[in-house]
């Protein structure tokens, strides 16, 4: 750590010579630029939300309100799409998180001829593409009776990002000493209150991230809860705002301040975790890209 | 209190061609400070490892008071094992670190109290109960993982070079404030390490390691002499290096 | 040791069941209804027929397909070798740059680029439908008016790259963060080492910067390449696939063919080609990751 920082003070300090204020003025308009480019769409999202009468394009409200977002209650019944929404993300969370910790820390102690195969599937999983076995999944809920079902939803949550997650945490687990298992198991625990009383405090960063990632990524999944579900009492975030999307047929007919209403309830739990743990977040990306 | 028996034991690595413990024969008395000493990849912290069960012996039978454990899983075996780099429970303060084995017996917190604070007087750490491991410096580190293994009064103590992260002057003075302390305990101890010094000082015999197959024991003042030991030391070190 | 890996196997097992069931599973089931007529409705339904080889004959004889193909091509290379890959390197560089000259609107660029990724594919394909609207859009009624233009039916009359600039918008971010990660991990010494050596900027930057990229570039790049082939939300969203099916990729083609159309068979015939295409990539990226490691 410290000879990082040290290497990262050196780097700094010897850069600034060459700097020409064109160089500076060159780079930073493209910082702006990328900014707006990528800002605006967001812009636009949160103004209509406050808008009585949004429109597609961006301006600032006469006068911002709050009653776009008191309709999606009154009439839209989007509460009981968030209500749906925590539900299926949580159950699927606390799914995940158990199944992921005893996959990745066996994965991670293993030793066994045929690891590296386990390894290798399971990185193959990952790069699956859901919209292909979409249709299948599809067939397969409607053989199992999963579909319109809550048990289905948290399944098949709990399975999408299950490959990826695993690999996650097996490389949080690997950092983990044996030894300390190896302690725990001679003062008298059997392997998995060791497992939960000594390794997974010390990992607990990865079960943060792997508890977060899960819930966010079946909070905003759309594809399985479009192919699953077509009754209105288990309706969830993304199908009412899918819905909302496509009320009357056309997009041109959309009621624009509705759905940034939507929008904005829908993304910003997403935006707002992902932006708090955003470090640990891109780590541990970072370290899986690299570790495969 | 207890006597530790190996009779006959053997284990190879997958990965490796030579086995790591090549039919190992030996008797630990009741009490008893012994030492294994060998250099760094020859096989005593397997061996010692077989007898915590953490590893599990291809052939042959260990054995603690006449009877077998080798089936036994670690937690059953009531040793306890001092890890060379301590393992101590990062997340747990030094005070919890040493009660851990208490409360996996589920011993009253009263009772758990008292059983750490006679440890950590014994061992002069008091003042570190309170703090967690990474605050501390590797001596206080050392006695905290110690105590952890010292409070529960088990049947073995074994020991896996617990004093080589120490530096030269604390290693010195550790040497016989540890066998004081065994002899006060007067539990049955296995001291594994390379530091030809260290096991003259300390144990009541050396069992030395030549080659995977070869044991000699010895009582540590007859003249097992450190030159016969460096001598055999010297003849095995290409093998050694390629084994680590 | 036998003990403690059969411990080990049966912590797998939850896991293990998961992933049979919603992975394995649907890919072999895809691949067995792909050679049945099995349909959604009516009486192919109930008693599927096996038919051999027939749907993959009718995908290959079908014109359609090929678009599709075609248009998953252009827009895999256009979103994701082009734009994510190329703007994501381009955008770490500079970020990385303007950390050591102490810069901080880098950081700006930076949040803004993770924010567009980390929402919801059907935010993003939402505000893009905002965007590009042709009465109201952002783009015609206040970009394009206020410099003195009439306005233009993105979607309509180019379909294609609106949502190719869509999907960059949306995943820029991941290349940029694997690529700033990597920009890390070179050693400064070397820049140094050059500077000694009297190369200039340029010089160090084509000589060094680039060279040490290249493996994990040609990682990323065969990864987004598989993530942008799976696109489904994002161009559903926008157009659906029309106009006709301009942007019809092979995600909505299955998609259409199983629930439209309702033949489960020859939908699950394009999941197999798709799978299978995936395959063939997934492979390659592992073998050159291993190769890495």
């Keep these: ?292 | 209190m207890s006597r530790v028996e190996y009779a006959d034991v053997s284990k190879r690595f997958p990965t490796q061609d030579r086995a790591a413990v090549d039919r190992l024969t030996l008797d630990v008395a009741d009490g008893e400070f012994l030492v294994l000493l060998g250099p760094s990849g020859c096989g005593k912290t397997t061996a010692l490892r077989m007898l915590a069960g953490l590893e599990h012996p291809d052939r042959g039978d260990i054995l603690i008071d006449g009877a077998s454990v080798i089936r036994l899983e670690p937690k059953d075996r009531d040793v306890a094992l001092v890890f060379q780099s301590y393992a101590l429970y990062p997340h747990m303060s030094v005070r919890d670190n040493i009660q851990y084995p208490l409360r996996v017996r589920q011993l009253s917190a009263a009772e758990r109290g008292r059983k750490v604070e006679r440890v950590a007087e014994l061992l002069g750490i008091v003042n570190l109960l309170p703090r967690r491991p990474a605050q501390l410096s590797g001596g206080e580190q050392q006695r905290v993982a110690l105590a952890r293994a010292i409070v529960r009064e088990p049947r073995v103590f074994l020991m896996d070079e617990p004093l080589s992260n120490l530096d030269a002057k604390l290693r010195t003075h550790t040497r016989t404030e540890l066998k004081a302390l065994q002899q006060q305990l007067g539990v049955t101890t296995i001291f594994v390490t390379h530091d030809q010094a260290e096991a003259m000082t300390m144990s009541d015999r050396i069992a030395v390691l030549e080659r995977a197959s070869r044991w000699r024991v010895a009582r540590a003042h007859r003249r097992l002499a450190p030159r016969r030991a460096a001598r055999g030391r010297r003849r095995r070190r290409p093998q050694g290096r390629a084994a680590a | 040791m036998v003990a403690r890996n059969s411990t080990y196997l049966v912590g797998v097992t939850p896991a293990a069941l998961l992933l049979a069931l919603f992975f394995v599973g649907p890919a072999l089931w895809a691949l067995y209804s792909s050679l049945t007529n099995l349909a959604l409705v009516g009486i192919d339904a109930a008693n599927p027929r096996f038919v051999g080889l027939d749907n993959y004959a009718r995908l290959f004889a079908d014109p359609d397909f090929w678009t599709v193909i075609r248009n998953s091509v252009v827009f895999v290379v256009g979103s994701a070798v082009i734009g994510q890959f190329v703007l994501g390197l381009a955008l770490a560089l500079l970020i990385d740059h303007a950390e050591h000259r102490g810069w901080w609107l880098g950081a700006l660029a930076y949040g803004a680029v993770l924010l567009a990724w980390v929402n919801p594919a059907l935010i993003a394909g939402f505000l893009w439908v905002a965007m590009y609207d042709f009465f109201f859009g952002s783009l015609n009624h206040v970009f394009l008016s206020s410099l003195g233009f009439g306005p233009v039916d993105w979607i309509g009359s180019f379909p294609m790259p609106a949502v190719i600039l869509a999907n960059i918008w949306r995943g820029t971010a991941f290349t940029m963060i694997i690529f700033l990660g990597a920009l890390k991990t070179i050693p400064p010494d070397i820049y140094e080492a050059a500077r000694i050596d009297g190369a200039n900027a340029w010089r160090r930057f084509w000589d060094h910067t680039l060279p040490s990229l290249r493996p994990i570039a040609a990682l990323a790049l065969l990864s987004i390449t598989m993530s942008t082939f799976g696109t489904f939300i994002v161009i559903q969203a926008l157009t659906n696939g029309g106009p006709g099916i301009a942007t019809e990729v092979i995600a909505l083609y299955a998609f259409h063919t199983a629930f439209k159309s309702f033949s489960i068979g020859y939908g699950s015939a394009i999941a197999v080609v798709m799978l299978a295409l995936n395959f063939a990539f997934a492979v390659v990226y592992l073998n050159w990751s291993r190769a890495r490691a």
């Design chain 1, 1 to 292: 750590m410290t000879t990082r920082a040290a290497s990262r003070v050196t780097r700094t300090a010897a850069a600034p010579r060459g700097a020409s204020w064109i160089e500076a003025l060159a780079v930073h308009v493209v910082f702006v630029l990328v900014a707006v480019f990528f800002l605006v769409p967001f812009l636009w999202l949160f103004t209509a939300a406050f808008d009585a009468n949004a429109e597609a394009y961006i301006r600032f409200p006469a006068q911002p309100t709050l009653n776009n977002f008191v309709r999606i209650f009154t009439e839209h019944d989007f509460g009981r799409a968030l209500a749906n929404s925590v539900f299926v993300a949580g159950a699927t969370m606390l799914l995940d998180v158990v199944a992921v910790a005893l996959a990745g820390y066996s994965l991670s102690r293993l030793e066994w001829r045929f690891k590296s195969w386990i390894t290798y599937a399971v990185l193959l999983l990952q790069t699956m593409p859901l919209s292909a076995t979409m249709v299948p999944i599809y067939g397969l809920a409607r053989a199992l009776g999963l579909r319109n079902s809550y048990l289905g939803l948290i399944l098949i949550h709990a399975a999408i990002e299950l490959p990826f997650l695993i690999w996650l945490m097996k490389g949080f687990f690997d950092n983990v000493p044996r030894y300390l298992e190896e302690a725990a198991w001679l003062d008298g625990r059997s392997k998995l209150r060791a497992l939960a009383e000594v390794v997974l405090p010390v990992a607990r960063n990865g079960i943060g991230v792997v508890a977060g990632l899960s819930f966010l990524a079946a909070w905003a999944e759309v594809l399985m809860m479009i192919i699953l579900i077509d009754t209105q009492d288990l309706k969830t975030v993304p199908l009412a705002f899918y819905e909302a999307l496509r009320t009357r047929g056309g997009y041109t007919e959309v009621q624009y301040g509705i759905v940034a209403a939507m929008g904005v309830l829908y993304a910003v739990p997403v935006m707002a975790i992902f932006l708090a743990t955003r470090r640990m977040m891109v780590r541990g990306l970072i370290a899986t890209s690299r570790g495969l």
